[in-house]
């Protein structure tokens, strides 16, 4: 069983629609991240939180906007999503925050997000 | 620019033989470097790593070789099973950045 649960384990959604994605882990871990993964390709890194500040935003769309209420829980905003955007989107976190960059990554089994 | 290539996408290898996956990054700031599996249907789950500052890290069946001046690393699965079929994903650590960037993956099958 993974340490890090997502929520929901599927999810379809329309292009007007707003959901969420919801990350949440109990290892003290300081560090939480989103990747998303598209089928044949590596995780793609687009927010890192840091002891619940936001570190790194990789570009990615305002229709994404991310959230981390405490230091457990990591949320992801979805709204007005294009059809492209259809992929597995991954929480991950590690244990001290983003200086220790050697620390591996614990992923959950990640929301695949149909938008049609 | 891609920083981590992993130019094999597949591999096939025998049960109880060696299998050998490689790793080249071009990014001389990274100073960690480790190894994802990834089964379908499941997030990656770390396998093992290696520092910059040595040349070998092993861990039971699993060995991560570190060559630096060559910008490479492999790692061995001895003897291979076949539950290590799955996705294999390479990562280099920027501390500079704050973040890992990882290769395409490779796809192990360990044939009985």
């Known amino acids: 069983d993974t340490e890090v649960t997502q929520t929901p384990k599927h999810l379809v959604m329309g292009m007007t629609n707003k959901k969420s994605l919801k990350c949440e882990q109990h290892?003290?871990?300081?560090?939480m991240y989103w990747y998303k993964q598209k089928a044949k390709k590596p995780p793609e890194l687009m927010f890192v939180y840091s002891y619940e500040k936001l570190s790194i935003n990789e570009s990615v769309p305002s229709r994404f906007s991310p959230e981390c209420p405490n230091s457990s829980l990591l949320n992801l905003h979805l709204h007005a999503l294009q059809p492209e955007d259809s992929a597995l989107y991954l929480c991950?976190?590690?244990?001290?925050?983003?200086?220790?960059?050697?620390?591996?990554?614990?992923f959950g089994n990640g929301t695949r997000l149909t938008v049609t | 620019d891609q920083q981590v290539k992993q130019n094999s996408p597949s591999l096939s290898v025998q049960e109880g033989r060696i299998s050998i996956l490689n790793c080249d990054y071009t990014n001389s700031m990274f100073d960690y470097f480790l190894w994802y599996k990834k089964y379908p249907a499941e997030g990656p789950t770390f396998l093992i790593s290696i520092s910059s500052i040595k040349d070998k890290n092993e861990d039971g069946r699993f060995t991560v070789f570190l060559n630096k001046s060559a910008k490479h690393l492999s790692l061995h699965i001895v003897p291979s099973q076949p539950g290590d079929s799955a996705v294999y994903f390479c990562?280099?650590?920027?501390?500079?950045?704050?973040?890992?960037?990882f290769g395409d993956g490779t796809t192990l099958t360990v044939k009985p």
């Open positions: 990562a280099a650590s920027n501390p500079n950045a704050g973040k890992s960037t």
């Open positions: 290892m003290g871990h300081r560090a």
């Open positions: 991950a976190s590690s244990p001290s925050g983003t200086k220790l960059v050697g620390s591996p990554l614990h």
